[in-house]
């Protein structure tokens, strides 16, 4: 009878498992990577198409689609941005700011 050989098969068996985590590893590394531009590289580029202040109704172009906006109701533009109009003065509409996870980045007036 033959002894099996151990320690060929723990040699054998460390070189997967460390592939195994490389492979995991970088993996990870590319996910936070994406995740990092999204938080910090990417600014969507907002254009004002028409506005009425006093209806409280605006169209805006996002990254290259149109949408319509409505005072009291931000638009999510996505990955932490959105846009909303918003008020200086009591009772008049007069901007529309642009927000990074609810902090003013931008105004569009």
């Known amino acids: 009878m033959e002894t099996p050989n151990l320690k060929g098969n723990l040699h054998k068996n460390l070189k997967v498992l460390a592939r195994l985590v490389l492979i995991a590893s970088s993996i990870t590394a590319l996910a936070q990577a994406f995740n990092l531009y999204k938080l910090y590289g990417r600014h ?3 254009k004002l198409v028409n ?3 006093r209806k409280g109704e605006a169209t805006i172009e996002v990254d290259g689609k ?3 906006i409505y005072y009291g ?3 999510y533009i996505g990955d932490y941005w959105s846009v909303q ?3 200086m003065e009591a009772d008049k509409i007069d901007r ?3 927000l990074k996870q ?3 980045i931008d105004y569009i007036t």
């Open 85 to 87: 109009m918003k008020t």
């Open 51 to 53: 506005v009425d202040y």
């Open 66 to 68: 149109t949408v319509k």
């Open 102 to 104: 609810g902090n003013v």
């Open 96 to 98: 529309i700011e642009v």
């Open 73 to 75: 109701s931000p638009f």
């Open 44 to 46: 969507p580029k907002v």
